[in-house]
């Protein structure tokens, strides 16, 4: 009977798998779910969410919380810094842009790190990184000294962004994927609250006091991480890789799956990995040149995974955040503790909505949420520069602009926010997913960088709604890059997102190699069973 039952539910996931109309579509044709059929009720209680999957996410999620208090912190610590050590606008835009810049080295690095010692300990190096830079901040007596500090935690910053995503994405399943994968998104945007709650408690301080403080106390919730290092294991899939297939299958096991699952989970991942029993199927290519040089279904993973990134934050975001004090000021908001009392407004709404990107998204789809969060975007930007531009000064403007950038924050929480990096982590194939995910990784701070080095200088040059209507042609752009190029990832495996992106001919010779694949797990299962 054991057997019995194992050959059914096997035979019932090839069916789910191949019985399509039509099994040769391309990537323009992902709209359709007849190739891709939805999970079963079999597959949805194998991927049932358990405990540990959960554990996990929250502990890989720490680093986020350090990495959002810094975003949140310097939006108000910036004005204190800048009355303390009298530093010059320009020096202010070094100081909060030179974090995104300097990103991009551990982004670089971090692929190949993460390939080499493994994802779980790039995590504990990233960590290492955010807390000594915070640290060395905290502790500052002069610019030269948070520059420093600024630098440590920008390369902590890449290596973070980059990690926590695709560590989360390996270990989730199927069908609970864009939710678990979120949670980094989630933390970040509590950091940015609690950074924004911090400047208001303790800007009645001394002001060669509170910025320091303010710095210092983030360090703490990001100590857990090392509590953290003990109880989580190293991601399945890399493990495949480094050919250790028993620790994997170790992992998976403890997650709760039966062992019939996990054979088929393996499976799947040494076929991903090029290194299953049909090795000699899968041509051995330089990574980098596969990335550099690569065909048309690498491309089109390249196109979505680092244009995503791209609009991420080419629309504002980081504007927002670090220089919300700003824009408000120019609004009409002029006493600080004012200016800091509307900036926790301002990431209530981008933590309260982020949660509802977290629970939505794998009920309604990555691309739904991207709709409305780029349309909304686009909408709110446009109403914020018609109000600054048109309205001058007064509390009907103050009030307009509170609630435009209250809308766009949350907006974007619902969409780029959270599913930019669900999706980067979704769309590249297992040996390109680390240094695929660490050149995404690159765009997004070098974009990041940019628009937090420039807005003073645009503002000062277009004004403040000037700079507001740039980004929100931007925003445009966005949602038509979301309609024409993103695909629908949602339920869909890591190992058969790939197809999306494949031709006819190239769509159609995977098919024929999961066949095979299938074949030897019915092998597999007959000996289980037996």
């Given at each position: ?11 019932a ?10 099994n ?11 190739f891709?059929e939805?999970?079963t009720?079999h597959?949805?209680?194998r991927?049932?969410?358990?405990k540990?999957?959960v ?5 890989v999620s ?10 949140g ?8 810094i800048?009355e ?7 020096q202010?835009?070094i100081?909060?842009g ?21 994802r ?9 990184l955010?807390?000594l830079?915070?640290t ?6 002069s610019?030269?000294i948070?520059?420093?500090?600024r ?19 390996e ?8 939710l678990?994968?979120?949670?980094p ?5 509590v950091g ?26 983030g360090?703490?919730?990001?100590l ?13 899939r ?9 620790e994997?299958r ?5 997650t709760g ?10 499976m ?10 049909d ?12 990335l550099?040089i ?13 244009g995503?990134?791209a609009f991420?934050?080419?629309t ?5 955040m670090y220089?919300?004090p700003?824009i408000f000021?120019d ?7 004012k200016l800091l009392?509307?900036t ?9 909505f982020v949660?509802?990107?977290t629970?939505?998204?794998d ?8 709709y ?7 909408l709110s930007?446009?109403t914020m520069?018609f109000t ?6 007064g ?6 602009a ?5 809308s766009?924050v ?17 769309v590249?194939?297992l040996?390109?997913?680390a240094?695929a ?9 070098l ?13 000062q ?17 966005s949602?038509l ?10 339920g869909?495996?890591?190992e ?15 098919k024929m190699?999961?066949?095979?694949s299938s ?6 299962v ?5």
């Amino acid at each position: 009977m054991a057997l019995t039952s194992a050959l059914e539910n096997t035979n019932a996931r090839m069916a789910v798998t191949f019985g399509g109309k039509n099994n040769t579509k391309s990537m323009e044709s992902e709209h359709s779910e007849d190739f891709y059929e939805p999970l079963t009720e079999h597959q949805g209680q194998r991927s049932r969410i358990s405990k540990k999957y959960v554990v996990y996410t929250i502990f890989v999620s720490l680093n986020q919380l350090l990495l959002g208090y810094n975003v949140g912190l310097m939006s108000g610590a910036i004005i204190f810094i800048q009355e303390d050590l009298k530093i010059t606008d320009v020096q202010q835009e070094i100081l909060v842009g030179i974090f995104g810049f300097v990103s991009l080295l551990g982004s670089v690095v971090g692929g190949k790190t993460s390939d080499l010692i493994g994802r779980k300990w790039t995590l504990a190096l990233a960590a290492i990184l955010l807390q000594l830079g915070s640290t060395t901040m905290a502790v500052a007596t002069s610019f030269q000294i948070l520059i420093l500090g600024r630098l440590l935690s920008g390369v902590g910053m890449g290596l973070a962004v980059m990690i926590a995503p695709m560590y989360i994405a390996e270990i989730s399943p199927a069908d609970a994927r864009g939710l678990l994968t979120s949670f980094p998104e989630v933390f970040v945007n509590v950091g940015i609250l609690l950074g924004y709650v911090s400047n208001y408690a303790f800007s009645g301080l001394s002001v060669h006091l509170n910025w320091k403080i303010m710095l210092g106390v983030g360090i703490l919730p990001s100590l857990f991480i090392w509590f953290a290092l003990f109880i989580i294991p190293e991601s399945p899939r890399w493990l495949v890789m480094q050919n250790r297939v028993e620790e994997s299958r170790s992992v998976l096991l403890k997650t709760g799956e039966n062992e019939a699952d996990v054979e088929e989970r393996l499976m799947e991942i040494q076929q991903a990995a090029g290194i299953s029993d049909d090795v000699d199927k899968y041509a051995e290519r330089s990574v980098l040149r596969e990335l550099l040089i690569p065909s048309t279904s690498v491309r089109r993973m390249l196109v979505v995974g680092l244009g995503i990134q791209a609009f991420q934050q080419v629309t504002g975001i980081d504007a927002v955040m670090y220089y919300s004090p700003e824009i408000f000021k120019d609004a009409g908001i002029e006493n600080n503790s004012k200016l800091l009392a509307v900036t926790v407004a301002v990431g209530v709404s981008k933590a309260a909505f982020v949660w509802v990107s977290t629970f939505l998204t794998d009920k309604l789809g990555r691309k739904p949420l991207l709709y409305v969060c780029t349309i909304g975007m686009t909408l709110s930007l446009s109403t914020m520069g018609f109000t600054l531009a048109l309205l001058g000064k007064g509390q009907v403007v103050i009030a307009l602009a509170i609630l435009c950038v209250c809308s766009y924050v949350a907006f974007f929480s619902l969409g780029l926010g959270p599913l930019c990096s669900v999706v980067t982590s979704e769309v590249f194939p297992l040996r390109l997913r680390a240094q695929a995910s660490a050149l995404a990784a690159v765009v997004n701070r070098l974009c990041s960088a940019f628009v937090a080095m420039s807005f003073l200088s645009l503002a000062q040059k277009v004004t403040v709604s000037g700079t507001f209507f740039i980004y929100a042609a931007l925003s445009v752009l966005s949602v038509l890059f979301v309609h024409t190029l993103v695909p629908e990832t949602k339920g869909k495996s890591l190992e058969h997102v790939k197809l999306l992106f494949q031709d006819q001919t190239d769509c159609h010779g995977s098919k024929m190699e999961r066949g095979d694949s299938s074949e030897h797990l019915v092998q597999k299962v007959i000996v289980i069973g037996a």
